[in-house]
């Protein structure tokens, strides 16, 4: 087993299973590349491996130990819940776990006291090994990279941190010098592509994603706040158009997917709502005839998710709307 999540990264995973099951895994490594392409992934697929209660070399990714690793608390500070595998991350923990300063400006100084410089040294608390991850560690505050630099210069035994970052040279040059770099590569398109659908986003976005999944996600919500307001204009002009021919734009903004079509009702919904909540704190008449629209609205919903026929449900709902 091992790195069976990370795809489109073969090179990676090479290097990291050779170093695995060599027994010369490296203190500290710099995993180097784009957003989203699997540098997270990667780095914890490795605190699998080091963490593992089956003894697999490369981590059996079934074992309590494995899941945990990759298994992140519901509640923040998100993080993994096994108690070997830590993370450092600009913002992740409240001022009340460490004790002062503000991150406005980067990871403080405080945040590698207590996270870090607390527990190396000490003997991990069930796993084989200590994995310290560090999200954007380009964000390192001066101080906090010099506080760190001390622990990677004389690395503790049975402790490995991995460095993650998409602008490698924002990084000090002793921090850099003092870590093992890993080139992370956009993925193929067609990986992209099937991960994005695994999120249910269509696989055309990959076109446009640069290889990256986040990209292809920005980009997929980008789209869907766009079609989101133009369904709303397109409600707002069909209501004050003179007769049903305003309609039009809002039946040819239908998508094909009845799933897509309640997303955009719901939208249609909720905006009604907020419109009503604004004219009563406004004080004006238009209160009551927002909320009769609301409620057309859900029902046009519920006429959809009982198989009503998507064309003819709109057509009903915008008539209704026209006399409210
Ligand atoms: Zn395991």
Redesign the pocket.
């Known amino acids: 087993m091992g790195f069976s999540s990370l795809l489109g990264q073969p090179t990676v995973v090479q290097t990291l299973s050779r170093a695995l099951t060599g027994g010369h895994l490296a203190h500290a490594y710099r995993f180097e590349g784009p957003d989203g392409v699997g540098k997270e992934l990667a780095a914890l697929q490795l605190a699998?491996a080091l963490v593992?209660?089956?003894g697999?070399p490369l981590?059996?990714?079934?074992?309590s130990?494995?899941r945990r690793a990759v298994t992140f608390h519901p509640e923040p500070p998100r993080v993994p819940q096994h108690p070997d595998v830590l993370f450092v991350q600009r913002g992740l923990y409240p001022a009340s776990v460490l004790g002062s300063g503000s991150e406005a400006t980067g990871i403080g100084v405080e945040q590698i006291r207590r996270i870090v410089l607390g527990r190396v040294g000490f003997p991990p608390h069930e796993g084989r090994a200590l994995c310290i991850i560090v999200r954007d560690a380009h964000e390192l505050t001066l101080s906090a990279a010099n506080a760190l630099l001390k622990t990677l210069e004389e690395p503790a035994p049975r402790t490995h941190f991995i460095l993650l970052t998409n602008q490698p040279r924002r990084l000090l040059d002793t921090i850099r010098s003092r870590t093992l770099a890993v080139r992370f590569r956009p993925l193929p398109e067609q990986i992209v592509g099937d991960l994005l659908e695994a999120r249910g986003v269509p696989r055309e976005v990959a076109a446009f994603a640069g290889g990256s999944v986040s990209q292809g996600l920005a980009l997929a919500e980008e789209e869907a706040r766009t079609a989101r307001e133009r369904f709303v204009a397109a409600a707002d002009a069909a209501l004050a158009a003179p007769d049903l021919a305003g309609a039009l734009p809002l039946a040819e903004q239908r998508p094909e997917e009845r799933d897509q079509l309640l997303q955009l009702l719901s939208h249609l919904a909720h905006t009604y709502a907020l419109r009503a909540r604004a004219a009563i704190r406004e004080e004006t008449d238009e209160a009551q005839r927002l909320a009769e629209r609301y409620g057309v609205v859900t029902r046009a919903m519920t006429d959809l998710q009982r198989n009503g026929q998507a064309g003819l449900v709109l057509e009903a709902m915008v008539t209704q709307l026209r006399r409210t």
């Open positions: 699998q593992c209660e089956q697999d981590g059996c990714e079934t074992c130990a494995c």
